[in-house]
């Protein structure tokens, strides 16, 4: 994207030494930039034409100096966000240790009597007893609705309201937007280039270099950011709980940001030209040709193709060839920019190491294992259940490191790994596709565990890997992985009311999450040496199009979620019965609930995996109940890329 990256001095506090810099031959044909910029553009005195070439250079001078505040300021940002995502585990293990404090002292007197085919909300009637799943189809339970009328009424929670609250997609396009709290945290970000690229930036016709010229020092500034965004493998996730898929809409957003400043940077120095250079008898054609010039016009035309080839449109149609171009077309820009001028060098070989230690050192070396899988292909006909065992390796030395970096550690729930099959056809070789785990994360110590990946048949991989699971058992794979974030079993640690809503796929996510937080509430009781009975504030709603489409998961683990004391709602096919009333489902089990809580009032977590249109739909209910006054958090596990 950086097509005319005009560096001319990297520590310059004088005009000589900007004089020195246009004198280098690389800059051939912009020699004499300021000793003819009054005359192309002015027909002032000479005492207006020193004074505007004067302002010329302390204009280029000022934004060397201004632009290295830009990564001071990205620096405090981490910072802000490090120290608020260790504060919030902090909160968050000392409400987690107070809830079971309080459930271990409600219990002392109460028996152990515990329902096999439905779950109890502690202090309340049995909400059902008909959520059993059955051989030939599933009932949804009725729901008694709760007391919804909230005890406070505080701003906070109205803020929180408008936070979480999703907007309708855009109309036409059809364009989806995230939620407000995201929507402010991109403007925010966009805000602060905008900042930098107009602070103290003269627009005047004979300014346009300087303006041209801040908008290249902003995108090399901005290219480690990038890379640093996209990057699988990188200790932005440690320090502030974001993973990869989190930052991905800033990642596009920045992508956008610095495509629009090459432009600008293009427009800007082939303005200079016409207004200084052509009338001193330079040439277009010599300005193109020159080599400064040939090596930001490739980097400019590569950086916009990956912009085009990263649309949704373009994504969903041709996902391979997105993650052929974008690999190949990102080493490409990268190299013709380091030789487009030397001092973009540092920012580029920051981003080229960020890119690399990802690509080359984690993604193909340290995460990838290759393992034999068992393929299946579901009563639907147009899915795949691959399932294999993965061997577990025990950390214990340098070796026993990094030889567990990868899927061999183990994984969590909400975790994906990226599948290749190379048997499939040659350009499967190079080929990395994202799936989410649908088995439940091993516990310490096992020597094994089994792993599942739900694999709908859509176009091109998908749908060749359906061709030849009809005709073929098992295939060799390459898994790469695991990644993902906490985020959500961490929200649910902390509530005494668990919700997880799961569309399609989705129950891909929501299994190992039930399994986690089910199996976690049991640990915790035993680390404070208390008997708990199974949990009967875990719910999990699973809303299928098809009734084929519940072969996906085996009908024994739902059987033995519900023995463990979790309600597990599969309402009929929305083929046939329509869109069930979530929203009231999830008011039912948050508000109508008298669990006890050392906080006064219990909160409810609230997990969503599903299309689109489901995930907004359960956001803005949860933003309704906090505008009412019910403590109650959200967070949206989106699948799709």
């Known amino acids: 994207m950086l097509s005319l990256v005009i560096v001319y001095f990297h520590d310059s506090n004088s005009a000589a030494t900007l004089a020195m810099e246009l004198s280098d031959d690389r800059n051939e044909g912009l020699r004499a930039l300021l000793a003819f910029s ?37 620096l405090s940002l981490l910072v802000v966000f490090t120290t608020r995502h260790w504060t919030n585990l902090f909160r968050a293990r000392k409400r987690r240790w107070a809830i079971l404090r309080t459930n271990a002292a409600s219990k002392a007197d109460e028996g152990s009597v515990v329902s096999s085919s439905s779950s109890t909300i502690q202090g309340t009637p049995p909400l059902s007893k008909t ?66 690229v107009f602070y103290r930036t003269p627009l005047s016709m004979p300014m346009l270099f300087v ?4 908008t290249s020092l902003l995108f090399v ?68 040709l020159s080599k400064i010039i040939l090596l930001g016009l490739g980097a400019f035309v590569a950086y916009e193709l990956i912009y085009f080839t990263s649309l949704g449109s373009f994504r969903q149609k041709w996902y391979e060839l997105f993650l052929a171009l974008h690999v190949v077309l990102q080493v490409v820009a990268l190299v013709l920019v380091w030789f487009h001028h030397h001092n973009s060098r540092p920012y580029v070989g920051a981003a080229l190491a960020i890119f690399l230690i990802d690509r080359l050192i984690y993604r193909m070396a340290l995460k990838v294992r290759s393992v034999r899988a068992l393929l299946e292909v579901t009563g639907d006909g147009a899915t795949v259940l691959l399932r294999t065992s993965v061997p577990l390796t025990q950390r214990g030395g340098l070796f026993s490191y990094l030889n567990s970096q990868g899927i061999s550690k183990g994984w969590r729930a909400t975790d994906h790994v990226f599948l290749t099959v190379s048997t499939l056809s040659r350009k499967h070789i190079i080929q990395a596709h994202p799936f989410t785990i649908a088995s439940k994360a091993p516990q310490d110590g096992c020597a094994e565990a089994q792993l599942k990946l739900i694999i709908r048949a859509q176009n091109g991989f998908s ?24 985020n959500a079993f961490q929200l649910l640690q902390q509530c005494e009311l668990s919700v997880v809503v799961a569309g399609g796929s989705g129950i891909a996510v929501a299994l190992p999450l039930i399994w986690a937080a089910h199996g976690s509430h049991s640990l915790s009781d035993m680390e404070t040496g208390t ?19 519940s072969s996906w998961v085996d009908p024994l683990e739902l059987k033995s979620l519900r023995d463990g ?60 109940l906090l505008a009412r006054g019910h403590d109650i958090d959200i967070e949206v596990e989106k699948f799709g890329w």
């Open 531 to 549: 008997k708990r009975r199974p949990s009967s504030n875990i719910v999990l709603i699973w809303v299928i199009r098809h009734q084929s489409h």
């Open 211 to 214: 303006f041209a010229d801040r």
């Open 131 to 196: 959520s059993v799943l059955h051989e030939h189809g599933e009932q949804m339970p009725l729901l008694a609705p709760g007391n919804t009328s909230p005890t406070r009424w505080q701003l906070g929670y109205r803020i929180r309201a408008f936070l979480a609250y999703q907007p309708r997609p855009i109309p036409l396009v059809n364009k989806t937007l995230p939620s407000n709290e995201t929507t402010l945290i991109v403007l925010a970000f966009l805000g602060l280039q905008a900042f930098y």
């Open 463 to 486: 749908s060749d890997l359906l061709r030849y699971a009809k005709g073929h058992p098992c295939v060799n794979i390459r898994l790469d992985g695991p990644y993902g974030s906490q």
């Open 565 to 624: 004391g979790v309600e597990v709602i599969v309402p009929p096919p929305t083929e046939k019965h329509g869109h069930p009333d979530i929203p009231g489902m999830i008011e039912s089990w948050t508000c109508g609930s008298d669990v006890a809580s050392p906080y006064g009032r219990p909160r409810a977590g609230v997990v969503c995996s599903g299309p689109d249109s489901m995930n907004r739909e359960v956001r803005n209910a949860c933003s309704s």
């Open 221 to 288: 500034a901005n290219l480690p950011l990038l890379y640093l965004f996209a990057a699988k493998n990188q200790p932005i996730k440690f320090l502030t709980g974001y993973s990869y898929e989190s930052l991905n809409i800033l990642h596009r957003r920045l992508g956008e940001v610095m495509c629009l400043l090459a432009l600008l940077h293009s427009v800007g120095m082939v303005a200079v030209w016409f207004t200084i250079l052509r009338p001193t008898g330079f040439s277009l054609a010599r300005f193109l």
């Open 38 to 74: 009054l005359k192309a553009t002015t027909r002032s005195a000479s005492g207006q034409s020193s004074d505007q070439e004067a302002a010329i250079i302390e204009g280029i001078l000022f934004s060397r100096q201004f632009i290295l505040s830009y990564q001071l300021i990205l």
